[in-house]
């Protein structure tokens, strides 16, 4: 039985995002193929979206259009959404589990009388409804959920899947938005672009990254003699950051720097999902935790499992004596 | 206008975690308030004292000992709370308790509802949209910022990559926030003892009636596919272990190797 799959598609500054991609294989696979995938992009007109026919490889593209969405909002985009999923019929609506799927994603479902499954790694059809493999407890579980009813919710998380390449849409449609400037309750007032902080974490073939396992900043110390043995540079969880720790802009994770250095040490991190998105490209990745079981070391090449305070002091000195 | 926080009992990040059956083995487990939710209280405490709201409230949902969540934010300076009692295992639907949250909010005259982005149990970090989408009220996430302007919220919303949204918001609106928003109060003895005055109204739910969203199936640790090689031995072991596995895993040298 064929099914139909709603994601949504996002504009980059190059065409559409790595995330929307990422969609796109994620939703052929469940739909059994890409002529049963549906991809929502909403604009503020259509001409903007001329070019984009070309790259987006979906069944159908809905260009939803309408001033209301010339920029992204909550609201407007989780209309352009549900418009697209009525107008398609599809069966279950993927978003990217990132900001913009935190803020639509609940919107869509609410409207669906349902909840959605959120930082989803893998999907399946069952009778009328869906399981979602997903990730709980800030990733030490995985956890399987049924949403037993359709249309289902679903955000997906990055690096679940390969990126589809990019190629024609089979067809594409206009769809006037069904709500105006005033309908909406949010505007996007403006993006601010990250501050310029002085280190290029993202360019650095070392990271050496602290977590709140380190215990207190008096401690980032053996962190930084660690960094400077390796010749890299000093990254943070964002626990750290939040604490004051250390400055924002040293934060790996979702929500801040990804980063793929030849080399990563973490430093008791135990390796919340947010975390591993911004790391898990790097080459060779090693964990320093006392806790086994924590979710680093299923990241990791290579691990010890001890007390930080104690074993990277240790790892420094061997660095050094070796060389 | 009141400003309202939701918040959950969830178990302390620090317990030994085990799966058993569709959730964990919870026989042994110490709880305390969700740490998201405690910048979502503070938010709320913040916005009554810059003259934004009248009153704070918390509303749980949850057994009868999450009661203690309450006392907690009523120790951290909230004026009331409202306790939604429900099985725990109730809690498992985001759906059915964003529908029992919402119809509590929808009776406290709230003109902003914080909510944690996630909780660190469960992790669907949706509860907070579900209210809002049910309600009508605006709504945005991962909040790290908060600002009144002219009647509007103004929230600075946390992207990708260390850029910042702004968004302005209509009201009454429903924020999900993240950690480093603000710095939580912690209670003084002031307020703890101050707290044992302050209500808090207790309403039983009705257990779901079946629809709804989500249904729990199994709970496991994940599959180390690509599971890190555990060195042996004592730390200094380990550590002289690793440096040749760095080199060669990174294919790189250090500043210190002989050139």
């Not at chain 1, 979206?49 to 309408?66: C, D």
């Not at chain 1, 998380?157 to 909406?184: K, Q």
């Not at chain 1, 998105?277 to 990745?285: I, L, T, Y």
């Not at chain 2, 009508?136 to 009647?151: N, V």
């Amino acid at each position: 039985m064929s099914r139909r799959v709603l994601i949504l598609a996002e504009r980059s500054e190059t065409g559409i995002t790595d995330a929307s991609y990422e969609l796109l294989e994620f939703a052929s696979r469940l739909a059994g193929g890409p002529e049963g995938v549906s991809a929502v992009l909403p604009v503020g007109d259509a001409s903007e979206a001329e070019g984009l026919r070309e790259v987006l490889p979906a069944g159908e593209l809905l260009l939803v259009e309408g001033p209301a969405l010339a920029a992204p909002t909550a609201d407007g985009t989780a209309a352009a959404v549900l418009h697209a999923r009525e107008a398609s019929g599809a069966e279950c609506v993927l978003l990217p589990h990132d900001p913009t799927g935190w803020d639509v994603a609940p919107l869509v479902a609410a409207r669906l009388g349902t909840a959605a499954a959120t930082a989803v790694s893998a999907l399946s059809w069952r009778g009328d409804g869906l399981v979602a493999r997903r990730s709980a407890f800030l990733g030490k579980f995985v956890q399987e959920v049924e949403a037993p009813g359709l249309p289902a919710v679903a955000t997906v998380e990055r690096g679940a899947f390969p990126a589809r390449e990019p190629g024609p849409a089979l067809s594409v449609r206009i769809l006037p938005s069904p709500v105006g400037p005033g309908d909406l309750r949010s505007r996007l007032v403006e993006v601010r672009e990250a501050g310029a902080g002085g280190v290029d974490l993202t360019a650095a073939d070392v990271v050496v990254a602290a977590g709140r396992g380190l215990g207190g900043p008096e401690n980032l110390d053996i962190v930084r003699e660690l960094a400077a043995a390796l010749g890299g540079v000093v990254g943070a969880s964002r626990a750290v950051t939040d604490a004051g720790w250390l400055p924002h802009e040293l934060q790996i994770g979702s929500s801040g720097a990804t980063v793929s250095p030849k080399l990563y040490v973490a430093c008791a991190i135990s390796g919340a999902i947010q975390h591993l998105v911004g790391m898990r490209g790097s080459r060779f990745v090693v964990a320093i935790n006392k806790d086994p079981d924590a979710p680093i070391f299923g990241a990791a090449d290579v691990g010890i499992v001890g007390d930080a305070l104690e074993v990277i002091p240790l790892v420094t000195k061997a660095v050094r004596d070796s060389g | 206008m009141n400003a309202v926080a939701l918040v959950k009992q969830v178990p302390d990040r620090n317990s030994a975690f085990r799966p058993a059956g569709d959730w964990i083995d919870e026989s042994s487990l110490g709880y305390g308030i969700n740490d998201y939710d405690r910048y979502a209280v503070e938010a709320a405490l913040a916005l009554k004292e810059a003259g934004h709201a009248a009153e704070t409230v918390a509303v749980t949902a949850g057994p009868a000992d999450a009661g203690q969540v309450l006392r907690s934010c009523l120790a951290m300076g909230v004026d009331r709370g409202v306790h939604l009692i429900t099985d725990r295992a109730h809690l498992a639907d985001p759906f059915f308790v964003a529908r029992a949250l919402a119809d509590a909010v929808s009776g406290l005259d709230a003109g902003v509802v914080l909510a944690g982005l996630l909780a660190e149990d469960s992790g669907h970090g949706q509860v907070g949209g579900l209210v809002a989408g049910l309600l009508g009220f605006s709504f945005a996430s991962a909040a790290t910022g908060l600002h009144f302007r002219e009647g509007r919220l103004e929230v600075h919303r946390e992207l990708e990559g260390g850029r910042i949204a702004v968004v302005e918001l209509r009201l009454p609106a429903v924020v999900a926030v993240q950690t480093g928003i603000n710095t939580p109060r912690y209670a003084s003895l002031r307020g703890i003892m101050a707290s044992r005055r302050k209500p808090v109204e207790r309403v039983e739910l009705s257990p779901p009636a079946g629809g709804g969203g989500l249904r729990r199936l199994t709970l496991s640790r994940p599959e180390r596919g690509a599971s890190a090689e555990i060195l042996p031995g004592s730390p200094e072991e380990a550590a002289a272990a690793l440096v040749p596995r760095m080199r060669a895993g990174a294919g790189i040298t250090f500043p210190g190797d002989a050139a």
